[in-house]
């Protein structure tokens, strides 16, 4: 069953992906200076959290974590 959802809008139209609790989702978006990739998890208290990243793309940008944090208004 899906817990997380992910859509794109490009060229080609709209598409969507799902992720289970177990397998989250990760999402990349890529330019020719490097990409940012968001994860969607859950951590070990069943909260729903994300990681922001900027990321190498094709040998271009660099590695660093944005943000991260918990989704909406989950006890902390």
Not at 17 to 29: E, H, M
Not at 47 to 75: F, M, S
Request: proline share 1%.
């Amino acid at each position: 069953m899906s817990h997380f959802y992910g859509t794109l809008q490009g060229q080609r139209g709209e598409a969507t992906r799902c992720g289970s609790r177990s397998s989250g989702l990760v999402t990349n978006a890529a330019s020719w200076n490097g990409a940012i990739q968001v994860e969607l998890y859950v951590d070990e208290q069943g909260r729903d959290c994300y990681r922001i990243h900027e990321r190498t793309w094709r040998g271009a940008g660099k590695h660093k974590l944005i943000a991260e944090g918990v989704i909406g208004n989950q006890p902390k």
